[in-house]
Nanobody, 115 residues
Framework: QVQLVESGGGLAQAGGSLRLSCAAS????????MHWYRQAPGKQREWVAT???????RYLDSVKGRFTISRDNAKNTVVLQMNSLKLEDTAVYSC?????????WGRGTQVTVSS
Protein backbone atom coordinates (compact mmCIF):
# COMPACT_ATOMS: atom_id res chain seq x y z
CA GLN A 1 0.00 0.00 0.00
CA VAL A 2 1.43 3.35 -1.07
CA GLN A 3 1.72 5.84 1.79
CA LEU A 4 2.89 9.45 1.64
CA VAL A 5 3.07 11.55 4.80
CA GLU A 6 3.93 15.25 4.68
CA SER A 7 5.44 17.24 7.52
CA GLY A 8 7.05 20.61 8.15
CA GLY A 9 4.15 22.92 7.47
CA GLY A 10 3.25 25.77 9.76
CA LEU A 11 3.43 29.53 10.10
CA ALA A 12 6.05 31.73 8.49
CA GLN A 13 6.47 35.42 7.87
CA ALA A 14 6.76 36.88 4.40
CA GLY A 15 10.39 36.60 3.36
CA GLY A 16 10.95 33.62 5.64
CA SER A 17 11.53 29.94 4.95
CA LEU A 18 9.95 26.54 5.54
CA ARG A 19 11.12 23.03 4.73
CA LEU A 20 8.48 20.46 3.83
CA SER A 21 9.24 16.74 3.91
CA CYS A 22 7.36 13.78 2.49
CA ALA A 23 8.03 10.29 3.83
CA ALA A 24 7.19 7.52 1.36
CA SER A 25 6.57 3.82 1.88
CA UNK A 26 4.94 0.85 0.16
CA UNK A 27 6.66 1.15 -3.22
CA UNK A 28 10.09 1.31 -4.84
CA UNK A 29 10.67 5.01 -4.29
CA UNK A 30 13.64 5.35 -6.67
CA UNK A 31 11.50 4.28 -9.64
CA UNK A 32 8.86 7.01 -9.24
CA UNK A 33 8.63 10.66 -10.17
CA MET A 34 7.84 12.84 -7.16
CA HIS A 35 5.82 16.05 -7.09
CA TRP A 36 4.55 18.84 -4.87
CA TYR A 37 1.14 20.42 -5.41
CA ARG A 38 -0.72 23.10 -3.49
CA GLN A 39 -4.29 24.29 -3.07
CA ALA A 40 -5.15 27.71 -1.71
CA PRO A 41 -8.59 28.57 -0.30
CA GLY A 42 -11.11 29.06 -3.09
CA LYS A 43 -8.66 27.99 -5.80
CA GLN A 44 -7.97 24.84 -7.78
CA ARG A 45 -5.06 22.61 -6.94
CA GLU A 46 -1.94 23.61 -8.85
CA TRP A 47 1.32 21.87 -9.59
CA VAL A 48 4.39 23.37 -7.89
CA ALA A 49 7.45 21.20 -8.57
CA THR A 50 8.62 17.84 -9.91
CA UNK A 51 11.73 15.76 -9.46
CA UNK A 52 11.97 12.79 -11.80
CA UNK A 53 13.40 9.38 -11.07
CA UNK A 54 16.48 10.63 -12.96
CA UNK A 55 16.77 13.69 -10.65
CA UNK A 56 15.65 16.24 -13.24
CA UNK A 57 13.69 19.12 -11.71
CA ARG A 58 10.93 21.43 -12.96
CA TYR A 59 9.11 24.29 -11.24
CA LEU A 60 6.08 26.48 -11.48
CA ASP A 61 7.28 29.84 -12.84
CA SER A 62 6.15 31.78 -9.77
CA VAL A 63 8.34 29.70 -7.43
CA LYS A 64 11.48 29.46 -9.57
CA GLY A 65 14.51 30.71 -7.69
CA ARG A 66 12.67 30.48 -4.36
CA PHE A 67 11.73 26.80 -3.98
CA THR A 68 13.97 23.75 -4.35
CA ILE A 69 12.79 20.16 -4.67
CA SER A 70 15.14 17.32 -3.79
CA ARG A 71 14.99 13.61 -3.01
CA ASP A 72 16.93 11.13 -0.93
CA ASN A 73 16.36 7.65 -2.30
CA ALA A 74 18.19 6.04 0.62
CA LYS A 75 15.67 7.58 3.05
CA ASN A 76 12.59 7.44 0.79
CA THR A 77 11.95 11.15 1.24
CA VAL A 78 11.29 14.14 -0.97
CA VAL A 79 11.81 17.68 0.31
CA LEU A 80 10.53 21.08 -0.74
CA GLN A 81 12.72 23.88 0.58
CA MET A 82 10.76 27.13 0.40
CA ASN A 83 12.61 30.43 0.73
CA SER A 84 11.54 34.05 0.31
CA LEU A 85 7.96 33.11 1.10
CA LYS A 86 5.13 35.32 -0.12
CA LEU A 87 1.56 35.72 1.10
CA GLU A 88 0.32 34.00 -2.05
CA ASP A 89 2.25 30.85 -1.11
CA THR A 90 -0.35 30.16 1.59
CA ALA A 91 -1.96 26.80 0.78
CA VAL A 92 -2.22 23.15 1.68
CA TYR A 93 0.82 21.46 0.17
CA SER A 94 0.57 17.82 -0.91
CA CYS A 95 3.17 15.30 -1.98
CA UNK A 96 2.47 12.96 -4.90
CA UNK A 97 4.19 9.97 -6.50
CA UNK A 98 3.65 8.94 -10.09
CA UNK A 99 4.50 6.17 -12.49
CA UNK A 100 2.85 6.52 -15.86
CA UNK A 101 -0.60 8.12 -15.56
CA UNK A 102 -1.32 6.96 -12.01
CA UNK A 103 -0.79 9.29 -9.04
CA UNK A 104 -0.73 8.57 -5.33
CA TRP A 105 -1.31 11.42 -2.87
CA GLY A 106 -0.54 12.39 0.67
CA ARG A 107 -3.08 14.20 2.84
CA GLY A 108 -1.22 17.50 2.80
CA THR A 109 0.25 19.98 5.26
CA GLN A 110 -0.87 23.57 5.84
CA VAL A 111 1.50 26.43 5.03
CA THR A 112 0.45 29.89 6.18
CA VAL A 113 2.47 32.99 5.32
CA SER A 114 1.76 36.19 7.20
CA SER A 115 2.83 39.79 6.71
Amino acid sequence: QVQLVESGGGLAQAGGSLRLSCAASGFIFSLYHMHWYRQAPGKQREWVATITLGDNTRYLDSVKGRFTISRDNAKNTVVLQMNSLKLEDTAVYSCAASRGPAYSWGRGTQVTVSS
